[in-house]
């Protein structure tokens, strides 16, 4: 059975820093979706990663894939307000998406 | 502009009855799926739809149960089987698989039984 686990799954931050979210998965997959969660809203889809290798840049996010170590990586750059939500990783399964429970981003000004 | 619908956006029911959400969508996706999310968690998978009167469990499907009679349509019916039904429900389509596009969501149903 196909497992995701993020971490942290809590983060507060201050404006201005970097940080990193993991997703790890348990069996070899090479798709996997980032997407971004505002409280009581629905989800917007933030990045998808097909490749090992790969990597894509928005503004101040940027998702990587490594499929061999079965782990992606959310990194925020010089945090600012409007990022804080929950972000989720899904992975690709067989055309199922399991999902991560979700780590719910702070950032402080 | 293109999108999923749902509504309604809050519903309040009995403990006992059966309630139906609406899900619509005019992006001309094959897919649709309906999940579950509980406060502090994930997506969990309730039933899905590749193709037209064709669907599948997901898995959380007991007390819920589905139809797709058309292809911009999947309504989900929470049954009063269901032993906890109050969660926020997020209907999504998507296009061919084989594409790999991401999930699109609609704004999603609250529900409250009590």
């Known amino acids: 059975e196909l497992k995701v686990e993020q971490n942290p799954l809590f983060l507060s931050m201050q404006e201005g820093k970097n940080y990193t979210i993991y997703c790890n998965y348990s069996?070899?997959?090479?798709?996997l979706y980032w997407y971004r969660q505002d409280p009581g809203k629905s989800l917007e889809s933030l990045f998808v990663l097909l490749s090992n290798g790969a990597v894509k840049q928005e503004g101040r996010l940027m998702a990587s894939l490594d499929t061999k170590a079965r782990l992606s990586t959310l990194h925020i750059t010089a945090a600012v307000h409007d990022l804080s939500a929950t972000y989720f990783c899904?992975?690709?399964?067989?055309?199922?998406?399991?999902w991560g429970a979700g780590t719910k981003l702070i950032i402080k000004p | 502009d293109g999108g999923i619908t749902q509504s309604p956006k809050y519903l309040f029911r009995k403990e006992g009855q059966n309630v139906t959400l609406s899900c619509e969508q005019n992006?001309?996706?094959?897919?649709m799926y309906w999940y579950r999310q509980d406060p502090g968690q994930g997506l969990r998978l309730i039933y899905y739809s590749q193709i037209v009167n064709d669907f599948q469990k997901g898995d959380i499907a007991e007390g819920y149960s589905v139809s797709r009679e058309k292809k911009e349509s999947f309504p989900l019916t929470v049954t009063s089987a269901q032993k906890n039904p109050t969660a926020f429900y997020l209907c999504a389509s998507s296009g061919h698989r084989g594409n790999w596009s991401p999930l699109h969501f609609g704004n999603g149903t609250r529900l409250t039984v009590t």
């Open positions: 992006l001309n996706h094959d897919a």
């Open positions: 899904a992975v690709d399964s067989n055309y199922q998406l399991i």
């Open positions: 069996t070899t997959s090479d798709r």
